[in-house]
């Protein structure tokens, strides 16, 4: 019996936002080269480590984060070096690209997320609105398993000795 394919397992789904972002990069490093051209396509190899192993969580992890660290990277080369001067049409057409790929990079890290958790992932980093994760209750007791039910029975009714004082 075959497993139902999630949405996020699916590998187009994660050749689609390859394929995208490939074509972007390419196009915005028509004005951006150099340090653009390198961290985006060095991010996109990592995605294509993801695709080749799907079941891999370190693959997923790390192209997950290369993309947001490839967002403030963008960030600082698009607004350090966008020409002031007068552009061409191909140079606002690259510059356009580059900043598209800027904008949809935050929903392919959502994407990206997603097929992280699928793949058996969790939230390394806990905030307090977030919650517990999944499969984890807030509460672990560290009471062993044959202890009794009752908490405010006594060590001696826990089969523990009691304490002469």
């Known amino acids: 019996m075959q497993r139902e394919l999630h949405v996020f397992e699916d590998p187009l789904?994660?050749?689609?936002?390859?394929l995208v972002h490939w074509i972007l990069t390419t196009w915005g490093s028509i004005v951006f080269s150099g340090p653009y051209a390198w961290a985006n396509f060095t991010i996109l190899a990592l995605g294509l480590w993801a695709v080749a192993q799907r079941d891999s969580i370190d693959a997923i992890s790390m192209f997950l984060g290369g993309l947001v660290a490839t967002i403030f990277l963008d960030i600082i080369h698009i607004s350090v070096f966008y020409p002031r001067g007068d552009l061409t049409d191909t140079g606002r057409f690259g510059a356009g690209m580059a900043i598209l790929s800027l904008i949809l990079k935050p929903f392919s890290?959502?994407?990206?997320?997603?097929?992280?958790?699928?793949?058996?992932?969790?939230?390394?980093?806990h905030v307090g609105f977030l919650g517990p994760s999944p499969g984890r209750s807030a509460y672990q007791t560290i009471d062993s398993p044959e202890a009794s039910n009752d908490p405010f029975a006594g060590p001696?009714?826990?089969?523990?000795?009691?304490?002469?004082?």
């Open 13 to 18: 789904f994660v050749q689609a936002i390859l």
């Open 109 to 125: 890290c959502c994407f990206v997320y997603h097929m992280y958790r699928e793949r058996g992932g969790e939230l390394l980093l």
């Open 156 to 165: 001696e009714s826990r089969g523990q000795p009691g304490h002469g004082y």
